[in-house]
């Protein structure tokens, strides 16, 4: 049966998300805002795009949940974005309490759906949802982990002057200036990184990773990056509705995996049609280690600050 994804917030991310979710066949799309006649108006455009991209799949726009009723997956994505001068907790306090009416209303209409979230700041907005749905820790998912390792991959790539698809490397950790580009992993074809390029320019690479959110935000100066956000929203749901078991890095409720309990980590998981099907877990030096007990720290401030 064809699969229903409901993308909550029509904004940058939410529009985008819509776009590659109809573009890579995901299923039916209802993309859902506040604003009325935002989303109408932009499923209608994206809907009409049907002939030419060649898809028979519906979408629609929306201001009732109730169009939004037994969707299978449901994206996230209302919300504040950053502007220049602020982090991704500024936006801790408004943003709490609209993830928290999105998600008590998609819920309600999508009992069995998967929850993938994608407002700021996320490991807050993901245990915001968690805590308020009372779904099990497979059935709710942050994006943060395939967007970051993104832009890792994009500058390694960039460097040593291969495609971009030849490079593996993960970012794990929080979503913010603590996050863990682990530097012994990365490879191109199998070959380290580190036997590519020198380690003053890994350094700087891992710096505009962590700094990768900021750069753009400078340059657009009114809200953040969408594109590859959006995108990377929909090679998460993609994972879950064909149940493909693609190992990508999430943020999930870690509950003993690598030592860490009780809080949203990005870790790699492996994804199916039940959501995560679990944290894939591997030995990590004491420096990383180390680097990821930071980010633990930085989440859990944040979780407390959701007053959850
Ligand atoms: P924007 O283009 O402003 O869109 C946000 C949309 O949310 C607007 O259309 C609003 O009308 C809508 N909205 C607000 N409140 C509600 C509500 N209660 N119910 C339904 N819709 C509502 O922002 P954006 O799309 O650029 O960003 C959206 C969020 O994603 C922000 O919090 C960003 O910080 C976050 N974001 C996260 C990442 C990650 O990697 C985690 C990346 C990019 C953006």
Redesign the pocket.
């Known amino acids: 049966m064809r699969k229903k994804i409901t993308i909550?917030?029509?904004?940058?991310?939410?529009a985008t998300a819509a776009h590659w979710a109809v573009v890579r066949g995901l299923g039916d799309v209802v993309l859902?805002?506040?604003?009325e006649g935002?989303p109408q108006g932009k499923a209608l455009d994206l809907w009409q795009s049907g002939p030419v991209e060649n898809f028979a799949w519906g979408v629609k726009g929306s201001n009732d949940y109730a169009d939004s009723a037994d969707s299978d997956i449901v994206i996230i994505?209302?919300?504040?974005?950053?502007k220049p001068g602020m982090s991704r907790d500024d936006?801790l306090a408004k943003?709490v309490a609209?993830v928290k009416?999105?998600t008590e209303e998609a819920v309600k209409f999508s009992p069995d759906c998967v929850l993938i979230v994608?407002?700021?700041p996320?490991d807050a907005m993901v245990y915001t949802s968690y805590k308020v749905s009372g779904f099990p820790r497979n059935r709710v998912i942050g994006?943060?982990g395939v967007?970051d390792s993104a832009r890792y991959r994009t500058f390694l790539a960039d460097a040593i002057g291969v495609a971009p698809t030849d490079v593996n490397a993960m970012v794990m950790g929080i979503?913010g200036d603590n996050m863990l580009p682990l530097v012994r992993l990365a490879n191109v074809a199998g070959i380290p990184i580190t036997d590519l390029l020198s380690e003053e320019r890994i350094n700087e690479i891992v710096k505009r990773t962590q700094m990768g959110g900021i750069e753009i935000v400078n340059h657009l100066k009114t809200?953040?990056?969408?594109y590859t956000?959006g995108l990377s929203a929909v090679e998460m749901a993609e994972a879950i509705v064909k149940d493909s078991k693609r190992v990508l890095p999430c943020a999930a409720y870690v509950d003993g995996e690598f030592g860490i309990s009780g809080c949203f980590l990005g870790v790699p998981v492996v994804l199916g049609d039940k959501g995560v099907e679990r944290i894939v877990e591997f030995e990590l030096t004491g420096e990383e280690k180390t680097a990821l007990n930071e980010s633990v720290a930085a989440v859990q401030n944040q979780m407390t600050a959701t007053g959850l």
């Open positions: 909550i917030g029509a904004g940058n991310v939410g859902l805002d506040v604003v935002v994505t209302a919300g504040l974005a950053r936006l943003n609209i009416s999105c994608v407002t700021n996320i994006m943060a967007l979503h809200g953040s990056a969408f956000p």
